[in-house]
């Protein structure tokens, strides 16, 4: 058995026990899970930085470059499991000791869920414009693929509008279930959820992102979970999990079209077989890997691209020299030159992934660092839980624990701009139910 194969099963052991602390996390139950931030990180990490290269070391699957040295892969498993270790002690120094939501939380009531709603479907529309604008100027859909990231770049801010249909759904479905919770008729909603959803996965396709598109569906299917009251047949369990399977083998389907089609050649059938297929969505590992196998001209950035998740909203014609994002920096690191502020032949972003983030900061101590204040973060989103009384509130919070699981792997600037998009119609229900305060559902509407 040579070296890369016998990590390639200590990488599979190291998923299998992150995935073990998921489940004791989670109290052994699915509501329990998606009610725990630490189960859901935990699980996502474990898939995606432990299984997933486990098994593309076995059968031989790499992005960057065709092999790496064991030295290389060793040393990133070690600061994998470091840097779960230390979430998992940040998360207990903050998460209260039971951390579960109420089973019928409050609807928003009227008037303020027709107000809030009203005003997100007014920005959502005007998101929806900007998106057509974009792919008009780029000439169609095929060079929009191909140009996103350089028609985003000055953006900025404007483009929340189109990132709230990723919430959009969720936050209607909270209000659904609390309502039907309340025996309070429900109205149209239940259409008015169906129709967003399907907008919101649209959106996501034309932006040419399997992440946006899924994440609504993932969302959606969360918040339904957690506002249950009891614990979930065991049929549903099991079609729950089918499905999270299915939206895996999806998101490889997507990721291999949406290279073809921006780089305008045909999609072939076999790019569809072996492990890339499943594997092809999760590739965030391997920057890891590459900066450990190059570290000799690594330059630490001492905190720059955190620095730039924080002053996304200054234009960079303000601010030429303004930071770049961990997506901008490894395309650099790894091809250099490949990236450069409004240039029109950019390479497409990298998502770095938060552990490959703290290294190209701070070096290997950046790796423990991200993991410790991750996982403290984690802990004061299981305090939302703990207290919440609210349904826009605790759609909030799986939202926020779906979206903070998906911050593993992706870059910090992204990362932070995709967390306040998810919350921002969430805050705007929860906004207008305290300044116009909830009232019962009038008895004339219909169910």
């Known amino acids: 058995m040579g070296e890369l194969t016998a990590l390639g099963w200590a990488y599979l052991a190291a ?21 725990s931030p630490l ?30 040295r064991p030295d290389s892969v060793e040393r990133a498993l070690w600061l994998s499991l470091g840097f779960a270790g230390l979430v998992a002690a940040g998360y207990r120094c903050t998460a209260p000791l039971r951390a579960e939501a109420p089973a019928n939380p409050r609807p928003v009531g009227e008037p303020g869920w027709t107000i809030a709603a009203f005003a997100l479907a007014f920005l959502g529309f ?16 095929a060079n929009y693929l191909l140009l996103r990231n350089t028609l985003a770049a ?3 801010p404007s483009l929340i509008l189109i990132a709230l249909w990723q919430a959009i759904p969720a936050l209607i479905l909270a209000e659904v279930l609390a ?24 959106v996501g396709l034309f932006q040419g992102s399997r992440t946006k598109a899924l994440f609504p569906l993932l969302a959606a299917g969360m918040v339904w979970v957690a506002l249950q009251p009891g614990e979930l047949p065991r049929r549903f369990k099991l079609a729950l999990l089918g499905s999270v399977g299915a ?26 077989a072996g492990p890339r297929l499943v594997t092809e969505a999760f590739r965030e590992y391997e920057n890891l890997w590459y900066l450990l196998d190059h570290e000799a001209r690594l330059k630490p950035l001492g905190g720059s691209t955190f620095l730039a998740g924080f002053v996304f909203w200054v234009p960079r014609s303000i601010w030429p020299d303004k930071p770049l994002g961990g997506g901008p920096e490894i395309v650099n690191f790894i091809w250099p030159w490949g990236y450069e502020p409004g240039r029109k032949d950019n390479r497409s972003s990298i998502t ?13 101590p950046g790796v423990l660092l991200a993991g410790g204040f991750y996982g403290l973060l984690l802990g ?63 008895e004339g509407e219909g169910a």
């Open 352 to 364: 770095p992934g938060l552990m490959a983030e703290g290294f190209m900061n701070f070096g290997a």
């Open 380 to 442: 004061l989103l299981a305090r939302v839980w703990a207290r919440t009384r609210s349904a826009c509130l605790a759609g909030l919070a799986v939202c926020l624990s779906l979206r903070g699981a998906e911050f593993l792997g992706m870059e910090f600037f992204g990362g932070l701009f995709n967390l306040l998009a998810v919350a921002l119609p969430f805050l705007v229900a929860w906004a207008a139910e305290a300044r116009l305060g909830g009232s019962p559902v009038p």
């Open 126 to 141: 005007a998101g929806l414009g900007l998106l057509a604008r974009s792919v008009l100027e780029a000439g169609g859909l």
């Open 154 to 156: 000055g953006e900025g």
């Open 15 to 35: 998923g299998a026990a992150a995935m073990a602390g998921a489940a004791a996390a989670a109290g052994r139950s699915l509501v329990g899970f998606v009610r």
């Open 247 to 272: 939206l895996a083998l999806v998101g490889g389907v997507l990721g291999i079209a949406r290279e073809s089609v921006a780089a305008g050649r045909a999609v072939r059938s076999e790019a569809f």
């Open 39 to 68: 189960a859901v990180a935990l699980t996502y990490f474990g898939f995606a930085f432990l299984i997933v290269p486990g098994l593309n070391l076995l059968f031989g699957v790499s992005f960057w470059q065709s092999s790496y």
């Open 179 to 202: 309502r039907r919770a309340a025996s309070v008729p429900v109205g149209r909603w239940r259409l008015a959820f169906f129709a967003a959803l399907a907008v919101a996965v649209a």
